[in-house]
């Protein structure tokens, strides 16, 4: 994916599917203030998104932004969420993280794009569909209406058969 624009709103509805519903899109058109979109529960999430292949350079840019606007009282910020389409090693990911939470007083999480690849692959056929055009009519999904329907076949048999058994 190379469209931002299409990125962020891949983001912000798969992000709202696994656990961060509510979440406030900040707009692509203009200035954000900070961040890409924000999310105020228990506590407070940012979020920032990115294509760049540079990511690590773009986390720290976006870290210093958001200090900047916690420091100011613009906004604050309990939890940073940073998503990004590059792949990252478990090893890196858990070595970016601690590094992160030791520099900055939120908790930090760091979204892959192998993560999302597997969200999508096996949770989200629809946002896979609408965003990159992958249809849902493989093998396995046909199993899975073949099985649908003999599901259904079978429970309505069953039923029959009990309105049968109870006329009697």
Known sequence: ???????????????????????????????????????????????????????????????QTVQKHVEAGDFSCEHFVFVTNEFIGGEKKGKKKNGVEAEYPWSFELI??????????????????QFFGISDDGPETKLLDELESWRDQRIKKNQEQRRSISQL
């Open 1 to 63: 994916m190379t469209d931002f624009s299409a990125f962020e709103d891949l983001c912000n509805l798969l992000l709202s599917r696994i656990g961060y519903e509510g979440l406030d899109p900040q707009g692509i058109q203009g200035r954000d203030g900070g961040k890409d979109s924000i999310l105020r529960r228990d506590k407070t999430t940012v979020f920032h998104y990115s294509l760049r292949t540079d990511w690590e350079s773009k986390l720290d840019e976006d870290l």
């Open 112 to 129: 892959d794009g192998l993560r999302i690849q597997k969200e999508l692959d096996a949770h989200h056929l629809d946002l896979r569909k």
